[in-house]
């Protein structure tokens, strides 16, 4: 049944949401009021229910992705630690888990910071903060302020760089590397225990990896691109 004015208008976490969708899989220009309509199954005006303007929207995705990759990052640098390995650890989860930092959301933020001088100017402040948090905790840790810069500019480009080159590599394979990041960052090895916190606290994905997709739940933003039942079949279905 088409949706009337007096009808639900979604919400703004709906319409960014499907924002957030749009620009992972096509870039800022592919963000754009009716595609987002047309992509809800809502109307164009419901849209200015909750943003005034497309700029308001984009300004929504900018404070989304600071608040969650940025604030993220500087939690996890931040959390406790009783050596430099777990602590370095304990920023690495930002690397495995989505829901602290989105890889897809940052190579797209970066995308789109090459052609709007407002994004590239949060990127780079989002750049700076980032670096702060990670060099103050090696200070907090004993290394010398240039020391400190020093390796967290070598831990957070090597990041930056798996994600401007989208690398590609197995969870496996990358867990199995942590204990040599690890050592190269800070020129201490983990132990056995801090590695085997490490991998406890991400054995979901792990276990993940080895479920057939198909028997895999739909995330939500797949889900709500799901037509009902009786429509056509979903193209979400794996």
Same mark, same amino acid.
């Given at each position: ?19 957030y969708a749009l620009l ?34 984009l300004a929504g995705l ?58 590239? @100017? =949060?990127?780079? $402040?989002?750049?700076?903060? *980032? +670096? !702060? #948090? ?53 020129g201490t090895a983990p132990?056995?225990?801090?590695? @085997? =916190?490490?991998? $406890?606290?991400?054995?979901? *994905? +792990? !276990? #993940? ?30």
């Amino acid at each position: 049944m088409a949706k009337t004015e007096r009808g639900w208008r979604g919400t703004p976490d709906l319409w960014l949401d499907a924002a957030y969708a749009l620009l992972v899989e096509s870039g800022i220009e592919a963000v754009k009021v009716m595609p987002l309509a047309d992509r809800l199954g809502l109307s164009r005006t419901s849209f200015y229910w909750h943003f005034a303007d497309r700029e308001a929207l984009l300004a929504g995705l900018v404070a989304r992705w600071q608040a969650k990759n940025t604030g993220n990052l500087i939690a996890r640098c931040e959390a406790p630690a009783a050596t430099i390995a777990e602590a370095l650890l304990n920023l690495f989860d930002c690397w495995y888990d989505d829901g602290l930092f989105d890889s897809r959301l940052e190579f797209a933020m970066r995308t789109w910071a090459l052609t709007d001088a407002s994004v590239a @100017a =949060a990127m780079g $402040a989002a750049d700076a903060d *980032r +670096l !702060a #948090a990670i060099t103050a905790l090696f200070r907090r840790f004993g290394y010398s302020e240039a020391e400190a810069d020093t390796r967290a500019r070598t831990l957070y480009l090597t990041q930056v760089g798996y994600i401007a080159l989208r690398s590609e590599e197995s969870l496996e394979v990358r867990m199995g590397r942590n204990p040599a990041y690890v050592l190269t960052f800070c020129g201490t090895a983990p132990t056995g225990a801090e590695i @085997a =916190a490490f991998q $406890a606290r991400h054995e979901v *994905r +792990l !276990a #993940a990896r080895a479920t057939p997709a198909a028997s895999q739940p739909l995330t939500l933003s797949e889900a709500r691109q799901c037509p009902p039942k009786s429509a056509r079949r979903c193209p979400c279905a794996r």
